[in-house]
Protein backbone atom coordinates (compact mmCIF):
# COMPACT_ATOMS: atom_id res chain seq x y z
CA UNK A 1 0.00 0.00 0.00
CA UNK A 2 1.99 3.57 -1.10
CA UNK A 3 1.74 5.88 1.36
CA UNK A 4 0.33 8.98 0.85
CA UNK A 5 2.56 12.61 1.12
CA UNK A 6 2.49 13.19 4.64
CA UNK A 7 2.86 9.41 5.94
CA UNK A 8 6.05 9.57 3.36
CA UNK A 9 7.55 12.06 4.76
CA UNK A 10 6.87 10.83 8.38
CA UNK A 11 8.22 7.22 6.94
CA UNK A 12 11.31 9.02 5.55
CA UNK A 13 12.31 11.16 8.39
CA UNK A 14 11.70 7.61 11.13
CA UNK A 15 14.25 5.72 8.87
CA UNK A 16 16.91 8.33 8.94
CA UNK A 17 16.69 8.97 11.89
CA UNK A 18 17.10 5.25 12.71
CA UNK A 19 17.56 3.65 9.60
CA UNK A 20 17.88 0.11 11.87
CA UNK A 21 14.50 0.15 13.07
CA UNK A 22 12.45 -0.30 9.83
CA UNK A 23 14.31 -2.46 7.65
CA UNK A 24 11.34 -2.91 5.75
CA UNK A 25 6.97 -3.31 6.34
CA UNK A 26 5.85 -7.04 6.99
CA UNK A 27 2.74 -7.64 6.12
CA UNK A 28 1.05 -7.67 9.38
CA UNK A 29 1.41 -3.91 9.32
CA UNK A 30 -0.32 -2.98 6.29
CA UNK A 31 -4.34 -2.61 6.27
CA UNK A 32 -5.97 -2.96 2.83
CA UNK A 33 -7.79 0.18 1.14
CA UNK A 34 -10.52 -2.05 -0.84
CA UNK A 35 -13.26 -2.33 2.07
CA UNK A 36 -15.55 -3.96 -0.39
CA UNK A 37 -14.00 -6.89 -1.62
CA UNK A 38 -15.95 -9.77 -0.97
CA UNK A 39 -19.21 -9.42 -2.22
CA UNK A 40 -18.62 -5.18 -2.06
CA UNK A 41 -19.70 -3.76 -5.59
CA UNK A 42 -18.72 -0.23 -5.42
CA UNK A 43 -15.32 1.44 -7.24
CA UNK A 44 -12.09 2.03 -5.00
CA UNK A 45 -10.41 4.03 -7.31
CA UNK A 46 -8.69 6.29 -4.73
CA UNK A 47 -6.37 8.65 -5.82
CA UNK A 48 -3.81 8.17 -2.83
CA UNK A 49 -4.76 11.33 -1.45
CA UNK A 50 -2.17 13.50 -2.85
CA UNK A 51 -3.53 15.73 -4.53
CA UNK A 52 -4.70 19.75 -3.60
CA UNK A 53 -2.19 19.13 -0.80
CA UNK A 54 -0.86 23.45 -0.17
CA UNK A 55 1.68 23.89 2.40
CA UNK A 56 1.71 20.63 3.66
CA UNK A 57 4.20 20.33 6.48
CA UNK A 58 5.35 17.69 9.46
CA UNK A 59 2.78 20.04 11.47
CA UNK A 60 -0.58 18.69 10.50
CA UNK A 61 0.92 15.30 11.81
CA UNK A 62 -0.26 14.25 15.13
CA UNK A 63 2.67 15.37 17.60
CA UNK A 64 2.04 12.20 19.69
CA UNK A 65 4.98 10.48 19.74
CA UNK A 66 3.17 6.63 19.69
CA UNK A 67 1.35 8.05 17.08
CA UNK A 68 4.20 8.97 14.38
CA UNK A 69 6.55 6.13 15.44
CA UNK A 70 3.86 3.57 14.95
CA UNK A 71 3.83 2.15 11.35
CA UNK A 72 0.32 0.41 11.92
CA UNK A 73 -1.67 3.70 12.43
CA UNK A 74 0.19 5.40 10.30
CA UNK A 75 -1.09 2.90 8.01
CA UNK A 76 -4.58 2.60 9.25
CA UNK A 77 -4.91 6.46 9.08
CA UNK A 78 -3.89 6.40 5.40
CA UNK A 79 -6.62 3.71 5.00
CA UNK A 80 -9.49 5.84 6.20
CA UNK A 81 -8.05 8.75 3.87
CA UNK A 82 -7.47 6.64 1.31
CA UNK A 83 -11.15 5.31 1.81
CA UNK A 84 -12.24 9.10 2.29
CA UNK A 85 -10.88 9.97 -1.25
CA UNK A 86 -12.53 6.76 -2.97
CA UNK A 87 -15.65 7.66 -1.53
CA UNK A 88 -18.58 8.79 -4.42
CA UNK A 89 -18.54 12.40 -4.26
CA UNK A 90 -15.24 13.31 -2.93
CA UNK A 91 -14.33 14.53 -6.82
CA UNK A 92 -16.02 17.13 -7.56
CA UNK A 93 -14.64 17.82 -11.06
CA UNK A 94 -18.68 17.43 -12.46
CA UNK A 95 -19.65 20.08 -9.89
CA UNK A 96 -17.16 23.03 -11.21
CA UNK A 97 -19.48 26.40 -12.07
CA UNK A 98 -18.87 28.90 -14.72
CA UNK A 99 -21.41 30.89 -13.09
CA UNK A 100 -20.58 34.09 -11.53
CA UNK A 101 -20.53 33.71 -7.27
CA UNK A 102 -23.56 34.61 -5.26
CA UNK A 103 -23.78 37.85 -2.97
CA UNK A 104 -23.05 36.58 0.12
CA UNK A 105 -25.90 38.24 1.73
CA UNK A 106 -26.97 41.11 4.24
CA UNK A 107 -24.75 43.12 2.90
CA UNK A 108 -21.60 41.30 3.86
CA UNK A 109 -18.53 40.95 2.04
CA UNK A 110 -16.69 37.71 1.72
CA UNK A 111 -14.86 37.07 4.55
CA UNK A 112 -11.46 35.97 4.73
CA UNK A 113 -10.19 32.53 3.72
CA UNK A 114 -9.94 29.76 6.41
CA UNK A 115 -6.70 28.56 8.09
CA UNK A 116 -5.53 25.56 6.77
CA UNK A 117 -8.36 23.08 7.49
CA UNK A 118 -6.32 19.88 7.67
CA UNK A 119 -5.18 21.28 11.24
CA UNK A 120 -9.24 20.90 11.74
CA UNK A 121 -9.30 17.33 10.56
CA UNK A 122 -9.86 14.62 13.17
CA UNK A 123 -7.74 11.48 13.17
CA UNK A 124 -7.22 8.09 14.90
CA UNK A 125 -5.20 8.43 18.44
CA UNK A 126 -2.70 6.09 18.21
CA UNK A 127 -2.02 2.05 17.42
CA UNK A 128 -4.70 0.89 19.96
CA UNK A 129 -7.22 3.59 19.32
CA UNK A 130 -10.91 1.80 20.91
CA UNK A 131 -12.68 3.46 18.01
CA UNK A 132 -11.10 2.15 15.68
CA UNK A 133 -13.24 -1.68 14.97
CA UNK A 134 -9.95 -3.63 14.60
CA UNK A 135 -9.09 -2.83 18.31
CA UNK A 136 -12.34 -4.04 19.37
CA UNK A 137 -12.49 -6.84 21.72
CA UNK A 138 -12.22 -10.47 20.09
CA UNK A 139 -15.26 -11.14 21.64
CA UNK A 140 -17.21 -7.90 20.49
CA UNK A 141 -15.72 -8.90 16.75
CA UNK A 142 -17.01 -12.69 16.73
CA UNK A 143 -20.68 -11.73 17.83
CA UNK A 144 -20.92 -8.64 15.71
CA UNK A 145 -19.24 -11.55 13.50
CA UNK A 146 -22.07 -14.21 14.25
CA UNK A 147 -24.68 -11.65 13.85
CA UNK A 148 -24.14 -10.27 10.65
CA UNK A 149 -23.29 -13.32 9.22
CA UNK A 150 -26.84 -14.72 10.55
CA UNK A 151 -28.43 -11.82 8.59
CA UNK A 152 -26.60 -12.97 5.46
CA UNK A 153 -27.52 -15.96 5.74
CA UNK A 154 -31.20 -14.56 6.18
CA UNK A 155 -31.36 -12.65 2.40
CA UNK A 156 -29.29 -16.15 0.63
CA UNK A 157 -32.07 -18.43 2.63
CA UNK A 158 -35.16 -16.30 1.05
CA UNK A 159 -34.09 -16.63 -2.37
CA UNK A 160 -34.37 -20.41 -2.96
CA UNK A 161 -37.89 -21.08 -0.36
CA UNK A 162 -39.57 -19.99 -2.89
CA UNK A 163 -38.91 -22.69 -5.42
CA UNK A 164 -40.82 -25.23 -3.22
CA UNK A 165 -43.99 -23.06 -3.37
CA UNK A 166 -43.92 -22.99 -7.24
CA UNK A 167 -45.98 -25.79 -7.94
CA UNK A 168 -49.04 -24.57 -5.80
CA UNK A 169 -48.67 -20.78 -6.85
CA UNK A 170 -48.83 -22.54 -10.30
CA UNK A 171 -51.76 -24.40 -8.95
CA UNK A 172 -53.57 -21.61 -7.75
CA UNK A 173 -53.04 -18.97 -9.91
CA UNK A 174 -53.46 -21.35 -13.01
CA UNK A 175 -49.51 -20.52 -14.34
CA UNK A 176 -47.22 -22.77 -15.81
CA UNK A 177 -44.36 -23.75 -13.09
CA UNK A 178 -41.71 -22.05 -15.26
CA UNK A 179 -44.19 -18.41 -14.64
CA UNK A 180 -44.43 -18.91 -11.17
CA UNK A 181 -40.49 -19.52 -10.72
CA UNK A 182 -40.37 -15.76 -12.05
CA UNK A 183 -40.32 -15.25 -8.31
CA UNK A 184 -37.41 -16.96 -7.55
CA UNK A 185 -35.80 -15.10 -10.57
CA UNK A 186 -36.62 -11.97 -9.95
CA UNK A 187 -35.44 -12.24 -6.40
CA UNK A 188 -32.00 -13.14 -7.59
CA UNK A 189 -32.49 -10.23 -10.48
CA UNK A 190 -32.79 -8.05 -7.01
CA UNK A 191 -29.35 -8.99 -5.87
CA UNK A 192 -27.91 -8.18 -9.40
CA UNK A 193 -29.23 -4.28 -8.85
CA UNK A 194 -29.36 -4.03 -5.25
CA UNK A 195 -25.76 -3.58 -4.81
CA UNK A 196 -25.40 -0.41 -6.83
CA UNK A 197 -27.36 1.25 -4.49
CA UNK A 198 -26.25 -0.11 -1.21
CA UNK A 199 -22.68 -0.65 -1.38
CA UNK A 200 -22.05 3.58 -2.19
CA UNK A 201 -24.52 4.36 0.11
CA UNK A 202 -22.39 2.15 2.74
CA UNK A 203 -19.04 4.44 1.48
CA UNK A 204 -21.16 7.59 2.21
CA UNK A 205 -23.56 6.97 5.61
CA UNK A 206 -21.49 3.68 6.94
CA UNK A 207 -22.53 0.03 7.48
CA UNK A 208 -24.90 0.55 10.16
CA UNK A 209 -27.39 2.78 8.67
CA UNK A 210 -28.12 0.50 5.43
CA UNK A 211 -27.83 -2.89 6.89
CA UNK A 212 -30.61 -1.48 9.21
CA UNK A 213 -32.83 -0.17 7.03
CA UNK A 214 -32.52 -3.09 4.49
CA UNK A 215 -33.27 -5.55 7.05
CA UNK A 216 -36.63 -3.42 7.95
CA UNK A 217 -37.60 -2.93 3.43
CA UNK A 218 -36.86 -6.91 3.22
CA UNK A 219 -38.69 -8.00 5.98
CA UNK A 220 -41.96 -5.75 4.46
CA UNK A 221 -41.85 -7.06 1.36
CA UNK A 222 -41.38 -10.51 2.54
CA UNK A 223 -44.58 -9.62 4.60
CA UNK A 224 -46.26 -8.56 0.98
CA UNK A 225 -45.29 -11.57 -0.92
CA UNK A 226 -47.03 -13.39 2.06
CA UNK A 227 -50.11 -11.78 1.38
CA UNK A 228 -50.45 -11.01 -2.08
CA UNK A 229 -53.68 -11.23 -3.85
CA UNK A 230 -52.33 -12.06 -7.80
CA UNK A 231 -49.58 -13.42 -8.93
CA UNK A 232 -48.45 -9.94 -10.31
CA UNK A 233 -48.17 -8.34 -6.24
CA UNK A 234 -46.30 -11.81 -5.29
CA UNK A 235 -43.83 -11.20 -8.26
CA UNK A 236 -42.99 -7.54 -7.35
CA UNK A 237 -42.91 -7.91 -4.06
CA UNK A 238 -40.20 -10.52 -4.97
CA UNK A 239 -37.58 -8.72 -6.73
CA UNK A 240 -37.77 -5.77 -4.09
CA UNK A 241 -36.95 -8.23 -1.24
CA UNK A 242 -34.34 -9.32 -3.27
CA UNK A 243 -33.18 -5.47 -3.71
CA UNK A 244 -33.10 -4.91 0.09
CA UNK A 245 -31.80 -8.23 0.46
CA UNK A 246 -28.61 -7.82 -1.59
CA UNK A 247 -27.59 -5.09 1.52
CA UNK A 248 -25.93 -7.94 3.64
CA UNK A 249 -23.97 -9.41 0.49
CA UNK A 250 -22.88 -6.05 -0.42
CA UNK A 251 -22.31 -4.97 2.82
CA UNK A 252 -21.14 -7.39 5.09
CA UNK A 253 -17.95 -8.59 3.42
CA UNK A 254 -16.75 -5.07 4.23
CA UNK A 255 -17.88 -4.98 7.37
CA UNK A 256 -15.29 -7.65 7.79
CA UNK A 257 -12.77 -5.86 6.08
CA UNK A 258 -13.38 -2.75 8.57
CA UNK A 259 -13.08 -5.20 11.46
CA UNK A 260 -10.27 -7.90 10.92
CA UNK A 261 -6.60 -7.36 9.67
CA UNK A 262 -4.62 -9.13 6.88
CA UNK A 263 -3.91 -12.37 9.21
CA UNK A 264 -7.55 -13.05 10.22
CA UNK A 265 -9.80 -11.27 7.51
CA UNK A 266 -9.00 -14.33 5.20
CA UNK A 267 -10.91 -16.33 7.82
CA UNK A 268 -14.11 -14.24 8.53
CA UNK A 269 -14.39 -13.77 4.83
CA UNK A 270 -14.57 -17.58 4.18
CA UNK A 271 -17.20 -18.00 7.20
CA UNK A 272 -18.98 -15.17 5.37
CA UNK A 273 -19.46 -16.89 2.03
CA UNK A 274 -20.37 -20.27 3.38
CA UNK A 275 -23.18 -18.42 4.92
CA UNK A 276 -24.15 -17.12 1.71
CA UNK A 277 -23.91 -19.82 -0.52
CA UNK A 278 -25.49 -22.45 2.08
CA UNK A 279 -28.07 -20.69 2.83
CA UNK A 280 -30.07 -21.17 -0.57
CA UNK A 281 -29.38 -24.89 0.07
CA UNK A 282 -31.08 -25.02 3.62
CA UNK A 283 -34.61 -23.76 2.42
CA UNK A 284 -35.79 -26.30 0.05
CA UNK A 285 -36.63 -28.92 2.51
CA UNK A 286 -37.54 -26.21 4.71
CA UNK A 287 -40.20 -24.75 2.41
CA UNK A 288 -41.19 -28.25 1.50
CA UNK A 289 -42.13 -29.67 4.47
CA UNK A 290 -43.70 -25.71 4.99
CA UNK A 291 -45.77 -26.65 1.83
CA UNK A 292 -46.74 -30.00 2.19
CA UNK A 293 -48.05 -29.10 5.93
CA UNK A 294 -51.78 -27.52 7.16
CA UNK A 295 -49.61 -23.82 6.87
CA UNK A 296 -49.07 -23.54 2.88
CA UNK A 297 -46.69 -21.82 0.66
CA UNK A 298 -47.36 -17.96 1.97
CA UNK A 299 -45.68 -19.07 5.18
CA UNK A 300 -42.94 -19.82 3.16
CA UNK A 301 -42.85 -16.10 3.13
CA UNK A 302 -44.00 -15.39 6.43
CA UNK A 303 -40.90 -17.50 7.74
CA UNK A 304 -38.49 -15.51 5.91
CA UNK A 305 -40.33 -12.28 7.44
CA UNK A 306 -40.04 -13.28 10.72
CA UNK A 307 -36.32 -14.01 10.29
CA UNK A 308 -35.55 -10.75 8.62
CA UNK A 309 -37.63 -8.64 11.38
CA UNK A 310 -35.28 -10.61 14.15
CA UNK A 311 -32.49 -9.81 12.14
CA UNK A 312 -33.70 -6.19 11.63
CA UNK A 313 -34.12 -5.80 15.19
CA UNK A 314 -30.15 -7.41 16.55
CA UNK A 315 -28.46 -5.16 14.24
CA UNK A 316 -30.48 -2.11 15.08
CA UNK A 317 -29.97 -2.79 18.85
CA UNK A 318 -26.40 -4.35 18.75
CA UNK A 319 -24.65 -3.44 15.14
CA UNK A 320 -22.14 -1.11 15.99
CA UNK A 321 -20.37 1.42 12.97
CA UNK A 322 -17.48 0.10 11.31
CA UNK A 323 -16.20 2.30 8.81
CA UNK A 324 -13.35 4.33 9.92
CA UNK A 325 -13.82 7.29 7.73
CA UNK A 326 -18.01 7.37 9.25
CA UNK A 327 -16.46 6.77 12.64
CA UNK A 328 -14.62 9.66 12.70
CA UNK A 329 -17.36 11.82 11.61
CA UNK A 330 -19.41 10.82 15.11
CA UNK A 331 -15.60 11.60 17.09
CA UNK A 332 -15.59 15.06 15.25
CA UNK A 333 -19.44 15.92 16.30
CA UNK A 334 -18.77 15.07 19.48
CA UNK A 335 -15.85 17.32 19.57
CA UNK A 336 -17.66 20.26 17.82
CA UNK A 337 -20.16 19.81 20.33
CA UNK A 338 -18.10 19.48 23.65
CA UNK A 339 -15.52 22.32 22.29
CA UNK A 340 -17.80 24.74 20.41
CA UNK A 341 -15.25 24.62 17.58
CA UNK A 342 -17.07 24.23 14.39
CA UNK A 343 -14.42 23.92 12.55
CA UNK A 344 -13.32 20.56 13.76
CA UNK A 345 -14.37 18.04 10.81
CA UNK A 346 -13.79 14.76 9.77
CA UNK A 347 -12.75 14.30 5.96
CA UNK A 348 -15.83 12.35 4.87
CA UNK A 349 -17.95 15.33 5.69
CA UNK A 350 -16.25 17.44 3.21
CA UNK A 351 -17.79 15.10 0.76
CA UNK A 352 -20.89 16.01 -1.56
CA UNK A 353 -22.74 13.65 -3.68
CA UNK A 354 -22.62 13.90 -7.69
CA UNK A 355 -24.85 11.77 -9.76
CA UNK A 356 -22.60 11.66 -12.82
CA UNK A 357 -19.85 9.99 -10.49
CA UNK A 358 -22.63 8.02 -9.11
CA UNK A 359 -23.25 6.20 -12.73
CA UNK A 360 -19.39 6.53 -13.37
CA UNK A 361 -18.39 4.53 -10.51
CA UNK A 362 -21.30 2.44 -9.92
CA UNK A 363 -21.86 1.17 -13.49
CA UNK A 364 -20.17 1.97 -16.06
CA UNK A 365 -16.71 1.07 -14.77
CA UNK A 366 -18.10 -1.98 -13.62
CA UNK A 367 -19.48 -2.79 -17.02
CA UNK A 368 -16.36 -1.51 -18.49
CA UNK A 369 -13.83 -3.82 -16.58
CA UNK A 370 -16.03 -6.56 -17.38
CA UNK A 371 -16.15 -6.30 -21.08
CA UNK A 372 -12.77 -4.78 -21.21
CA UNK A 373 -10.82 -6.79 -19.25
CA UNK A 374 -9.70 -10.62 -20.39
CA UNK A 375 -9.38 -11.56 -16.17
CA UNK A 376 -12.91 -9.96 -15.10
CA UNK A 377 -15.11 -11.16 -18.41
CA UNK A 378 -13.61 -15.02 -18.06
CA UNK A 379 -13.69 -15.37 -14.42
CA UNK A 380 -17.42 -13.71 -14.74
CA UNK A 381 -18.12 -16.19 -17.52
CA UNK A 382 -17.15 -19.23 -15.03
CA UNK A 383 -18.34 -17.77 -12.22
CA UNK A 384 -21.88 -17.04 -13.68
CA UNK A 385 -22.00 -20.46 -14.68
CA UNK A 386 -21.57 -21.91 -11.62
CA UNK A 387 -23.74 -19.87 -9.71
CA UNK A 388 -26.32 -20.35 -12.18
CA UNK A 389 -25.85 -23.58 -11.82
CA UNK A 390 -26.71 -23.67 -7.77
CA UNK A 391 -30.14 -21.91 -8.76
CA UNK A 392 -30.79 -24.63 -11.35
CA UNK A 393 -30.27 -27.54 -8.68
CA UNK A 394 -33.34 -25.78 -7.46
CA UNK A 395 -35.27 -27.34 -10.14
CA UNK A 396 -33.05 -30.35 -11.07
CA UNK A 397 -32.48 -32.19 -7.49
CA UNK A 398 -36.62 -32.30 -7.71
CA UNK A 399 -36.43 -33.97 -11.00
CA UNK A 400 -34.46 -36.67 -9.67
CA UNK A 401 -35.63 -37.41 -6.36
CA UNK A 402 -39.07 -36.62 -6.20
CA UNK A 403 -39.74 -37.81 -10.21
CA UNK A 404 -37.18 -40.88 -9.96
CA UNK A 405 -37.63 -41.47 -6.12
CA UNK A 406 -40.99 -40.22 -5.43
CA UNK A 407 -40.08 -38.13 -2.36
CA UNK A 408 -42.38 -35.73 -0.60
CA UNK A 409 -40.94 -32.16 -1.22
CA UNK A 410 -39.59 -31.66 2.19
CA UNK A 411 -37.68 -34.78 2.50
CA UNK A 412 -36.26 -34.19 -1.20
CA UNK A 413 -34.71 -30.72 0.06
CA UNK A 414 -33.21 -32.90 2.31
CA UNK A 415 -30.61 -34.12 -0.29
CA UNK A 416 -29.34 -30.88 -1.08
CA UNK A 417 -27.28 -31.68 2.40
CA UNK A 418 -24.86 -33.29 -0.01
CA UNK A 419 -23.93 -30.05 -0.97
CA UNK A 420 -23.85 -27.96 2.28
CA UNK A 421 -21.18 -31.05 3.42
CA UNK A 422 -18.88 -30.36 0.41
CA UNK A 423 -18.56 -26.38 0.90
CA UNK A 424 -18.13 -27.06 4.43
CA UNK A 425 -15.11 -28.97 3.47
CA UNK A 426 -14.17 -26.43 1.17
CA UNK A 427 -14.31 -23.93 3.49
CA UNK A 428 -12.22 -26.06 5.71
CA UNK A 429 -9.88 -26.68 2.93
CA UNK A 430 -9.11 -22.84 2.98
CA UNK A 431 -9.12 -22.48 6.03
CA UNK A 432 -6.40 -24.61 6.59
CA UNK A 433 -4.32 -23.19 3.62
CA UNK A 434 -4.27 -19.80 6.06
CA UNK A 435 -1.16 -20.34 7.48
CA UNK A 436 0.77 -21.38 4.22
CA UNK A 437 -1.11 -18.46 2.55
CA UNK A 438 0.66 -16.36 5.01
CA UNK A 439 4.26 -18.02 4.77
CA UNK A 440 4.40 -17.15 1.34
CA UNK A 441 3.18 -13.48 1.71
CA UNK A 442 5.48 -12.82 4.67
CA UNK A 443 8.64 -14.65 2.43
CA UNK A 444 7.63 -11.76 -0.09
CA UNK A 445 7.74 -8.68 1.77
CA UNK A 446 4.19 -8.12 2.24
CA UNK A 447 3.24 -8.23 -1.30
CA UNK A 448 0.46 -10.73 -2.59
CA UNK A 449 0.67 -12.22 -5.95
CA UNK A 450 -2.81 -13.17 -7.25
CA UNK A 451 -1.86 -16.17 -8.86
CA UNK A 452 -1.21 -17.75 -5.28
CA UNK A 453 -5.14 -18.05 -5.12
CA UNK A 454 -5.77 -20.07 -8.32
CA UNK A 455 -4.81 -23.54 -7.70
CA UNK A 456 -7.93 -23.67 -5.37
CA UNK A 457 -10.17 -22.79 -8.16
CA UNK A 458 -8.38 -24.88 -10.54
CA UNK A 459 -8.97 -28.14 -7.93
CA UNK A 460 -12.50 -27.13 -7.42
CA UNK A 461 -13.65 -26.47 -10.83
CA UNK A 462 -12.56 -30.02 -11.68
CA UNK A 463 -13.80 -30.78 -9.05
CA UNK A 464 -17.57 -29.45 -9.91
CA UNK A 465 -17.61 -31.42 -13.05
CA UNK A 466 -17.24 -34.72 -11.92
CA UNK A 467 -20.21 -33.95 -9.67
CA UNK A 468 -21.97 -32.96 -12.29
CA UNK A 469 -21.12 -36.19 -14.32
CA UNK A 470 -21.75 -38.39 -11.38
CA UNK A 471 -25.26 -36.46 -10.54
CA UNK A 472 -26.57 -37.03 -14.14
CA UNK A 473 -25.68 -40.53 -14.40
CA UNK A 474 -26.60 -41.93 -10.97
CA UNK A 475 -29.56 -40.09 -10.95
CA UNK A 476 -31.83 -40.93 -13.61
CA UNK A 477 -32.72 -44.35 -12.48
CA UNK A 478 -34.81 -45.27 -9.87
CA UNK A 479 -32.67 -48.64 -9.19
CA UNK A 480 -29.74 -46.98 -8.38
CA UNK A 481 -29.97 -45.68 -4.55
CA UNK A 482 -30.97 -42.37 -3.28
CA UNK A 483 -27.92 -41.64 -1.42
CA UNK A 484 -25.26 -41.96 -4.38
CA UNK A 485 -26.65 -39.11 -6.18
CA UNK A 486 -27.04 -37.16 -3.22
CA UNK A 487 -23.18 -38.10 -2.35
CA UNK A 488 -22.48 -36.73 -5.72
CA UNK A 489 -23.62 -33.33 -4.20
CA UNK A 490 -20.29 -33.24 -1.96
CA UNK A 491 -18.26 -32.90 -4.66
CA UNK A 492 -20.09 -30.10 -6.65
CA UNK A 493 -20.37 -28.31 -3.16
CA UNK A 494 -16.40 -28.55 -2.68
CA UNK A 495 -16.15 -27.24 -6.31
CA UNK A 496 -18.72 -24.46 -5.96
CA UNK A 497 -17.31 -23.27 -2.86
CA UNK A 498 -13.41 -23.58 -4.25
CA UNK A 499 -14.22 -21.73 -6.65
CA UNK A 500 -16.30 -18.73 -5.45
CA UNK A 501 -14.07 -17.83 -2.57
CA UNK A 502 -10.72 -17.62 -4.30
CA UNK A 503 -11.80 -16.68 -7.43
CA UNK A 504 -13.03 -13.47 -5.90
CA UNK A 505 -9.91 -13.29 -3.95
CA UNK A 506 -8.24 -13.37 -6.85
CA UNK A 507 -9.92 -10.35 -8.46
CA UNK A 508 -9.43 -8.48 -5.15
CA UNK A 509 -5.65 -8.92 -5.63
CA UNK A 510 -5.27 -8.47 -9.30
CA UNK A 511 -7.11 -4.79 -9.19
CA UNK A 512 -6.67 -3.58 -6.10
CA UNK A 513 -8.40 -0.14 -5.82
CA UNK A 514 -10.70 -1.21 -9.12
CA UNK A 515 -11.39 -4.42 -7.21
CA UNK A 516 -14.66 -3.12 -6.28
CA UNK A 517 -15.86 -2.34 -9.38
CA UNK A 518 -14.37 -5.75 -10.96
CA UNK A 519 -16.24 -7.29 -8.64
CA UNK A 520 -19.26 -5.45 -9.11
CA UNK A 521 -19.15 -6.34 -13.04
CA UNK A 522 -19.06 -10.05 -11.93
CA UNK A 523 -21.78 -9.82 -9.61
CA UNK A 524 -23.89 -8.43 -11.93
CA UNK A 525 -23.41 -10.99 -15.05
CA UNK A 526 -23.53 -14.36 -12.06
CA UNK A 527 -26.51 -12.69 -10.58
CA UNK A 528 -27.98 -12.80 -13.95
CA UNK A 529 -27.40 -15.95 -14.62
CA UNK A 530 -28.99 -16.79 -11.26
CA UNK A 531 -32.08 -15.51 -12.44
CA UNK A 532 -32.32 -17.34 -15.84
CA UNK A 533 -30.93 -20.19 -15.44
CA UNK A 534 -34.52 -21.60 -13.37
CA UNK A 535 -36.38 -20.21 -16.19
CA UNK A 536 -35.29 -23.00 -19.20
CA UNK A 537 -34.10 -26.00 -16.20
CA UNK A 538 -37.62 -27.60 -16.51
CA UNK A 539 -37.15 -27.90 -20.30
CA UNK A 540 -33.74 -29.55 -20.54
CA UNK A 541 -34.25 -31.71 -18.25
CA UNK A 542 -37.83 -32.80 -19.94
CA UNK A 543 -36.22 -32.85 -23.42
CA UNK A 544 -32.74 -34.04 -22.41
CA UNK A 545 -33.48 -36.57 -19.96
CA UNK A 546 -31.53 -35.89 -16.69
CA UNK A 547 -28.33 -38.01 -17.97
CA UNK A 548 -27.52 -36.30 -20.82
CA UNK A 549 -29.02 -32.64 -19.31
CA UNK A 550 -26.17 -33.39 -16.97
CA UNK A 551 -24.01 -34.55 -19.26
CA UNK A 552 -23.86 -31.54 -21.25
CA UNK A 553 -23.61 -29.08 -18.15
CA UNK A 554 -20.56 -31.40 -17.10
CA UNK A 555 -18.86 -31.21 -20.55
CA UNK A 556 -19.55 -27.00 -20.11
CA UNK A 557 -17.84 -27.15 -16.64
CA UNK A 558 -14.89 -29.15 -18.01
CA UNK A 559 -14.53 -26.69 -20.90
CA UNK A 560 -14.76 -23.47 -18.42
CA UNK A 561 -11.53 -25.75 -16.06
CA UNK A 562 -9.11 -24.09 -18.32
CA UNK A 563 -9.28 -20.15 -17.84
CA UNK A 564 -7.84 -20.51 -14.04
CA UNK A 565 -5.34 -22.74 -15.51
CA UNK A 566 -3.93 -19.84 -18.03
CA UNK A 567 -4.36 -17.38 -15.43
CA UNK A 568 -2.32 -19.00 -13.22
CA UNK A 569 0.68 -19.58 -15.98
CA UNK A 570 0.12 -16.16 -18.26
CA UNK A 571 -2.00 -13.73 -15.37
CA UNK A 572 1.06 -11.89 -14.71
CA UNK A 573 1.44 -10.79 -18.32
CA UNK A 574 -2.25 -10.34 -18.56
CA UNK A 575 -2.32 -7.91 -15.50
CA UNK A 576 0.97 -6.24 -17.24
CA UNK A 577 -1.05 -4.73 -19.87
CA UNK A 578 -4.22 -3.60 -17.98
CA UNK A 579 -5.11 -0.23 -17.40
CA UNK A 580 -6.51 -1.54 -14.58
CA UNK A 581 -4.27 -3.74 -12.78
CA UNK A 582 -1.64 -2.43 -10.90
CA UNK A 583 1.79 -3.94 -10.72
CA UNK A 584 4.16 -3.37 -8.02
CA UNK A 585 7.05 -5.22 -7.60
CA UNK A 586 7.67 -7.72 -4.94
CA UNK A 587 9.74 -5.39 -2.68
CA UNK A 588 7.97 -4.07 0.70
CA UNK A 589 11.01 -1.86 1.94
CA UNK A 590 9.68 1.33 3.16
CA UNK A 591 12.55 2.86 0.61
CA UNK A 592 10.66 1.47 -2.10
CA UNK A 593 7.23 2.62 -1.10
CA UNK A 594 7.46 5.55 -3.15
CA UNK A 595 8.13 3.78 -6.82
CA UNK A 596 5.30 1.89 -5.89
CA UNK A 597 2.51 4.77 -5.14
CA UNK A 598 4.01 5.73 -8.17
CA UNK A 599 2.87 2.81 -10.13
CA UNK A 600 -0.52 2.68 -8.41
CA UNK A 601 -1.12 5.64 -9.63
CA UNK A 602 -0.16 5.42 -12.89
CA UNK A 603 -2.63 2.45 -13.14
CA UNK A 604 -5.01 5.47 -11.77
CA UNK A 605 -4.14 7.90 -14.33
CA UNK A 606 -4.76 5.56 -16.53
CA UNK A 607 -7.96 4.31 -15.55
CA UNK A 608 -9.17 7.61 -15.40
CA UNK A 609 -8.11 8.55 -18.56
CA UNK A 610 -10.30 5.62 -19.43
CA UNK A 611 -13.12 7.10 -17.97
Known sequence: MALDEVDRELANAEQDASPNQFPHRRSDEIERVVSASSVSTTSSDSSIATTNRRGVGMSRVSTQRDLERHQTELSRIHTQRSQHSATVGRDLKSRESKRPLPPFGAGKPYPPPLPAQEEYVVEFEGPDDPLHAQNWPLQKKVLTAAMLGYTTMVSAFGSSIFSAATRAIAAQFNVSSTVALLGVSLYVLGFATGPTFWAPLSELKGRRMPLVVAMFGFSIFNIATATGKDLQTILICRFFAGFFGACPLAVVAAVFSDMFDNRTRGIAITIFSMAVFTGPLLAPFIGGFIVDS???????????????????????????????????????????????????????????????????????????????????????????????????????????????????????????????????????????????????????????????????VIAGGASFAAGLFWFGWSGYRADIHWIVPTLSGIMSGFGLMSIFLQALNYLVDAYLMFAASAIAGNTFLRSLAGAGFPLFSSYMFEGMGIQWAATLLGCVAAALVPIPVIFYLYGHKIRAKSAYAPTAPPQGSMLRDNSEGSSVRSAEKKGDDAV
Not at 306 to 330: K, N, Q, R
Not at 362 to 367: A, K, L
Not at 417 to 430: L, T
Open 294 to 456: YLGWRWTSYIVAFMGFFAFGLDLIFLEETYPPVILIEKAAELRRRTLNWGIHAKQEEIEVDFRELVTKNFSRPMRLLFTEPIVTLLSIYMAFIYGLLYLFLTAYPFVFQGIHHFSPGVSGLTFFGMIVGQIIAGIVVLLQQPWYQRKLAANNGVPIPEWRLPS
